[in-house]
Nanobody, 114 residues
Framework: QVQLVESGGGLVQAGGSLRLSCAASATIFESNTAGWYRQAPGKQRELVAEIASGRTNYADSVMGRFTISRGYVKNTVYLQMNSLKPEDTAIYYC?????????WGQGTQVTVSP
């Protein structure tokens, strides 16, 4: 029973920034893979960014604009999103792999206006 709760989504103008937070009900260790995914209308859910053992991976579309990080409090994962574009509009989901399983948050809506 691991609960993930995302927050920080909202409406922002193109070029703006948002910081998404994911709060987990269990400790996310450095070796545990944590990531952010997004699903735009009519599209498949895609990996945005992930972090595990200090290594990060980003989708090409967000490289240089988004940054995933683990919080000082070990049950948190953040996604700093800068230079947002309308095509970033999607529901963003937090994903954590621990206990040999995957856990998902309920998602938070990010809408970027032109």
């Amino acid at each position: 029973q691991v609960q993930l709760v995302e927050s920080g989504g909202g409406l922002v103008q193109a070029g703006g920034s948002l910081r998404l937070s994911c709060a987990a009900s269990a400790t996310i260790f450095e070796s545990n893979t944590a990531g952010w995914y997004r699903q735009a209308p009519g599209k498949q859910r895609e990996l945005v960014a992930e972090i595990a053992s200090g290594r990060t991976n980003y989708a090409d579309s967000v490289m240089g604009r988004f940054t995933i990080s683990r919080g000082y409090v070990k049950n948190t994962v953040y996604l700093q999103m800068n230079s947002l574009k309308p095509e970033d509009t999607a529901i963003y989901y937090c994903n954590v792999q621990l206990f040999g399983r995957e856990f998902w948050g309920q998602g938070t809506q990010v809408t970027v206006s032109p």
